[in-house]
């Protein structure tokens, strides 16, 4: 009876050590393979994204990022701006930073159009705030959001420093431009926001705002800051870059190169 | 009843049942198309329903701590009242939770704030804290009743028929009874005096926390609620008792309206001081992001709402009624309703100025061109679902205190032994 037992025992934990092992193998594979800029070091990963917005104005009015999103992630497109849903979207650059870019910075500076976006911050107030665990910050960083947990008390609407939340006062279904089937619909009362496009990660692909600007003029990079190779981790560290409201301690994943 | 009694009465069933016609319209256009109705958008996010579920969670508050005064601190002036007040933080509960409830934007996932709560947020706190206030309130206002519910369950008529439902069996009017119901109601007091500072300063530290709005983001904000709360409902306790209190005649009632006013008069005092301190240190630092919102309050668009609705009606004829007639109780329940009343706008602005400063600059003239601020006045549907809510608090209120034995109007003497369990009688 013992022997058996312990057989099992034995039996069930080479099963369950098999598989967490196989399941290593499999994600380091993948990992290594598609993902951009892993290192491989064992080091958490922290996604980020720097914008380059010289390159970025250069393009005029181009929204690839924007449209991009908005198709991948089935946005609605609502017209009244009080009621619009944003995951990404554009806004001049003395108000994306109004302490830094005072009145006395050069005009083309403070008149860029440059893209704004969920921060994924480091220490998010959004999640903080959240009574039902509808939104949470992944182990690499990237701040989530589970439409079916949120109750719509919009609270990290109102928690959120940068604006980076929208609630959906409609049925966002009825203004769908083109409707994907492979990604899900939102409904009434409910909050949304970027997602840093976590289930292309998951697939080894580029977020969809990086992939179509990389098609244009390839302002926004994207990849692992803990990784000090990557590419972002290079231009982070030798380039001047702000992030927004440092001040607050959020420790904002979106760099901005001015 | 007296003649000016009654008419008050009348007139506020009036007022409950019409606001409650009309507010079906706004429950209907609520259910119907959600937060489309309402004027608040993605930048202010939240407007009247977050203000009016603020607003009347204070009056429950404030009323509850008055009820305190009798059932654990024992003061006898008061005694009288302690179930009225028991109701009228019942009732004003109930009306702050429909109004929250509405205002989700999924009210059927309202399960999630117990089931599936963070307790890192503050707001994940007040679904327990409600639910044990709720329940502590239920059995405390019973417990309150329990000797008056005896002692009437044999009377005729729907009252007695429910006294005698509502008694459940227990027909028990001993002395040792009475000591037991005095002990249970200090022990219920006691825990809910915690739990009415715990609910309401949370409620102020919903506020209190959000770093990313500087005129919220303050220790003193808790604080601010709290006393804001007292003061509010010990103003609506003033009113209820000048016109539903115990006496048959105007007069009746004086003493105990005259003590409340006197309460209220020290309370008005306290949060006049706080409120300077907020907004003289506010204006003082000249920080942009904090005195913007001071200033919106105070010079903005809705100017009129500060300095007409609460500090002229709110602060300062209240304050002239309860200094130079302050011994009349129609004068202090007046005072009392002014306060009541137009506390809602303290509440407005803090709610809505915070939010009206946005997160970022540039927002305020992506839509409504350079130079103006954010500005926000609610629909007509997010007023008549205010009203609703309201209206329903107030004809429970009304329905509570025809039905109920809430008041004893002729000082029955044999419930005077209730609340005299023990010593610590404070005359």
Known sequence: MNKSRRDFLKKAGMTLLGASGARFVILGIADAEHLPDSGGSGVRRRWAIAIDTEKCASQGDCTACIDACNAEHNIPRIDNPEEEIKWIWKERAKAVFPHQLGNDSPRTLRDREIPVLCNHCENPPCVRVCPTQATWKRDDGIVMMDQHRCIGCRYCIVGCPYGARSFNFRDPRRAIDKLRSDYPTRTRGVVEKCTLCAERLAIGAQPACVEACEATCGAMVFGDLANPDSAIGRLVRTTLTMRRKPELGTEPKVHYKL | MSTARKGADRLFWFLALTGLIAGLVGLWTRLTVGHASANYGSYIPWGLWVSGYIYMIGLSAGAFVMSAL??????????????????????????????????????????????????????????????????????????????????????????????????????????????????????????????????????????????????????????????????????????????????????????????????????????????????????????????????????????????????????????????????????????????????????????????????????????????????????????????????????????????????????????????????????
């Open chain 2, 70 to 427: 009798v059932f654990v601190f024992r003061v006898k002036a008061l005694e009288r009242i302690g179930t009225l007040a028991l109701l009228t933080a019942l009732t004003t509960l109930i009306g702050a939770l429909l109004m929250i409830w509405m205002d989700l934007g999924h009210m059927d996932r309202v399960w999630r704030m117990v089931l599936r709560t963070n307790f890192g947020s503050v707001m994940g706190w007040m679904a327990w804290l409600y639910g044990a206030y709720f329940v502590l309130l239920l059995v405390e206002f019973w417990q309150a009743m329990r000797l008056r519910l005896v002692l009437q369950a044999d009377a005729p008529g729907l009252a007695g028929t429910l006294c005698r439902i509502l008694t459940f069996g227990n027909r028990d009017a001993s002395a040792a009874s009475r000591r037991r119901d005095a002990a249970r109601l200090r022990i219920l007091g006691s825990i809910g005096i915690p739990l009415a500072i715990a609910f309401h300063g949370s409620v102020g530290a919903i506020f209190g926390v959000v770093g990313a709005r500087p005129y919220w983001n303050s220790g003193l904000t808790p604080i601010i609620f709290l006393v804001g709360a007292l003061l509010s409902g010990a103003a609506l306790l003033a009113m209820v008792t000048a016109i539903w209190g115990p006496g048959k005649e105007d007069g009746d009632n004086t003493a105990i309206v005259v003590l409340i006013g006197r309460i209220i008069l020290g309370l008005l005092a306290f949060d006049v001081i706080l409120e300077w301190a907020e907004i003289s240190i506010g204006l003082w630092s000249s920080l942009p992001a904090e005195s913007a919102s001071l200033k919106l309050i105070l010079f903005g668009h809705y100017w009129w709402v500060y300095w007409g609705v609460h500090v002229g009606l709110g602060i300062l004829l209240p304050a002239l009624l309860l200094l130079f007639a302050g011994k009349r109780a129609s004068a202090v329940g007046w005072a009392g309703g002014l306060i009541a009343a137009t506390f809602m706008s303290v509440r407005l602005n803090i709610v809505i100025p915070g939010l009206a400063v946005p997160e970022m600059e540039g927002l305020r003239d992506a839509f409504q061109g350079p130079g103006l601020s954010f500005e926000y006045f609610p629909s007509s549907a997010e007023w008549l679902l205010f009203i609703f809510a309201v209206s329903t608090a107030a004809l429970l209120f009304l329905l509570g205190k025809s039905l109920l034995p809430v008041v004893d109007h002729d000082a029955n003497p044999d419930l005077e032994p209730q609340l005299q369990g023990g010593p610590g009688h404070v005359q």
